[in-house]
């Protein structure tokens, strides 16, 4: 099958050939999928990609096939680059976004006494980080936020002293949908001896992401959300110009570095030095089409439909009676996350499911910085992507109104 081509200059989310995508993405046959923020359905050319490497493995064998298909395999770190803005050396296969965290998350020189900023919309897996490296005497700070939930900016810049080794901020909150200031946010930290590390997983696929713009060090994403790719897969950014102020990788072998004399080994000088070698080859091929495929249609008419999406979504559920929408920030994004009263969100998402819509539930033991502190139990969260149409916005809608009336 053929990709949609790039997007036009148009300003208009109708730049996107929806009929294209939609033929091109078989899940939507079956369902209506909101669950973007979870899983995203992929485009047929990654499955096709990914379905082809499995059958040469079966047919040549594994390591064959891996040689024969290289520069398939490469397709990660060239498309990878271009949907970053970086080079291709600054990035690392990784089997999903907390991977990719830990890794750089643990790379960064802390000692007890070093202070960590952080925002209201950690995870759970990042939350583990931290509360580790607070039992080793490392000082983990929330920072003050604004009235619209965004990390307050000014307190930012007041806090940056010599003791804040890192800032650790989670680009959009996967409980409300919030896109945080993080480019303003890059320039602050810029300016200090801090470094800047980006938990992108729920960004990457649905908005323009630019690390040169973010003035990052680190990044990480996943494949299996907005960026359409197989599960188990993800990149890493690492900017080159901190790689050697870095500590070295808790686990590594032959991928990872080389192993010069029997009593010595040298880490790979790339970001290549976070990889592990051992991974699943179908899925990479596949996670290679899949950013492809994301450049092809491109990734400013993607962010715009994905706005525009979110946004007649919010307000159709905030027009129901009995609904509560729990999304924040000043800029939204395309997750949308609401509460039926009577209904426990767990009950909704699984009426919605029988009906073939898909949605998730997040509790509030997953984002205790947000949900908990904002004294909500869990919330249905429902993510839209470019190739959802306005019908099935209007299924959703129709569906939330009965239950909320029932």
């Known amino acids: 099958m053929q990709q949609p081509q790039p997007a036009s200059s148009s300003d208009s989310p109708a730049d996107i050939d929806l009929g294209a995508v939609r033929a091109d993405t078989p899940g939507v046959s ?5 669950n973007n923020a979870g899983s995203s359905l992929p485009p047929a050319p990654v499955l096709d990609a990914t379905h082809a490497y499995l059958d040469l493995e079966a047919t040549t064998g594994g390591y064959e096939a891996a040689a024969q298909e290289a520069e398939a395999l490469d397709r990660v770190y060239s498309a990878g680059a271009e949907l970053l803005g ?3 050396t600054e990035l690392a296969f990784v089997t999903g976004a907390a991977t ?3 890794r750089s998350f643990e790379a960064v020189p802390l000692q007890a006494g070093d202070r960590v900023l952080i925002s209201t919309s950690e995870y759970q897996a990042n939350m583990f980080g931290f509360l580790q490296a607070k039992a080793r005497g490392v000082e983990i700070e929330v920072l003050p936020t604004t009235p619209s939930g965004e990390i307050n900016l000014d307190a930012l810049a007041a806090k940056l002293d010599d003791r804040v080794k890192l800032v650790a ?3 959009i909150a996967m409980t409300n949908g919030m896109v945080q200031p993080v480019q303003e946010i890059g320039h602050i930290v810029s300016d200090s001896s801090a470094m800047y590390l980006l938990d992108s997983c729920q960004a990457v696929g649905q908005m323009q992401v630019d690390v040169a713009d973010l003035k990052c060090d680190f990044l990480s994403f996943t494949g ?3 960026m359409r790719g197989p599960r188990g897969t993800g990149l890493l950014y690492v900017r080159s110009s901190v790689m050697d102020q870095l500590n070295p990788p808790s686990y590594i072998d032959g991928r990872s570095a080389a192993w010069e004399t029997p009593d010595s080994y040298r880490l790979q000088d790339t970001a290549m030095r976070f990889e592990m070698g051992e991974v699943s080859y179908a899925a990479k091929a596949g996670f290679g089409v899949a950013i492809e495929y994301a450049n092809a249609v491109g990734m400013p008419a993607i962010e715009r439909r994905v706005v525009e999406l979110a946004a007649s979504m919010r307000s159709g559920l905030a027009a129901i009676d009995g609904v509560q929408v729990h999304d924040q920030g000043q800029r939204q994004s395309g997750i949308v996350t609401f509460t039926v009263n009577g209904h426990d ?4 998402s699984s009426k919605l499911r029988v009906q073939t819509i898909n949605t998730s539930v997040v509790p509030h033991q997953m984002a205790q910085l947000d949900l908990a502190g904002r004294g909500i139990d869990a919330v249905v969260r429902a993510g839209v992507h470019y190739y959802n149409s306005t019908d099935e916005i209007d299924v959703l809608l129709a569906a939330v109104g009965r239950l909320a009336v029932g």
């Not at 969100?345 to 909704?348: A, H, M």
């Open 169 to 171: 901020v989670t680009q």
């Open 345 to 348: 969100p767990f009950d909704v």
């Open 30 to 34: 079956h369902v209506v999928h909101f």
């Open 224 to 226: 299996r959300k907005f």
């Open 100 to 102: 990719g965290w830990w």
């Open 86 to 88: 970086c080079d291709p």
